[in-house]
């Protein structure tokens, strides 16, 4: 299954934007326990009680339509410093930051790749690693993050 589930997201993200937040994306894992992660965003930020509410909601709204067979764990959450990316405006959004990329099925023996996103470019999400340009399609990704930029949060003296 992919990690965002387009079916997931078309069915939470009314619940979520009514509340005033805009979602970022979902995922979903398999493994004994299910765990269906919301992460959500606000430009003023997210604290916990924005997470609850939202977590009631999208619960609330689970339980009537009940998409997911089995036992799962729902976390809603902000995306942080280490925002995943998921859609093709995401890699648009963000290009310019370091990202790190996981892909589903090894390319040139190689899952993993970090460099500077480029954006997108026919289609396809571009990122300049070490190794030259990279270009993969946004099914080939199984999880792409921003790689945090602490420099700039430390304090001066510190």
Do not use: W
Not at 3 to 28: D, M, Q, Y
Not at 34 to 54: F, K, P, W
């Amino acid at each position: 299954m992919p990690r965002e589930s387009a079916e997931l997201r078309k069915l939470i993200e009314p619940a979520v934007t009514a509340l005033g937040f805009e979602l970022v994306g979902v995922e979903f894992i398999r493994a004994k326990r299910g765990m269906l992660r919301v992460y959500i965003d606000h430009e003023n930020g997210i604290g916990i009680d924005d997470c609850t509410a939202v977590s009631h909601q999208v619960s609330g709204l689970l339980d009537v339509e009940d998409p997911i067979r089995g036992e799962y764990a729902l976390e809603v959450s902000s995306p942080g410093l280490d925002r995943p990316l998921f859609r093709a405006r995401d890699f648009e959004r963000f290009a310019g930051h370091e990202i790190s990329l996981r892909l589903s099925l090894p390319m040139d023996g190689q899952r993993r790749f970090r460099g500077t996103l480029v954006g997108l470019k026919d289609d396809r999400v571009a990122v300049q690693t070490d190794a030259g340009e990279l270009l993969v399609g946004l099914d080939e990704i199984d999880q792409a993050r921003l790689v945090p930029d602490y420099s700039s949060h430390r304090t001066e003296g510190a």
